[in-house]
């Protein structure tokens, strides 16, 4: 175990960390893109708006899209809100991967009764999931034109 991991153990298990001590780590894990660590953290402390943020900007920004949908899910039961640098973020991404309708709904999340179609982000991370697994097929003019439109969906 490295000095950086001894001196973050200490950290979380001093006696009186405080909850933005454990937002900081959540934070410096997520710049580190450290989603196995985030992943860990998520299973053994309490989750703050704050949290969710974080954590959801660092899944996005890995393309883990099916982590994503999961904790906006957990995040419109609880009634929490996305910070605007998290819906930029996610937005951002979403419309690289020509998710217009969708990019757009992040970021009116809040303005919209119905909130962000969390289902639509767990398909696309199937679609990409199945795009990245497919076998290329016979070269024919029809399957040329279908494996292009797959392409610039995923890219």
Known sequence: M?????YINLLLNHPTRRQRDIEGVFLMYSRL??????EEMLMLYPKTEYIYNVCIGSFAKSGDYAKVATLLQEMEQKKLTLQRNTSITLSSLLLKAGKVELAQAVLNWKAQPGGVNTAAIA?????????ANAVPAEETAEEDIISEQLKSQTS
């Open 2 to 6: 490295g000095k950086v991991e001894h």
């Open 33 to 38: 893109r450290d989603t196995r660590k985030i």
């Open 123 to 131: 398909a696309q991370a199937d679609d990409e999931a199945a795009a």
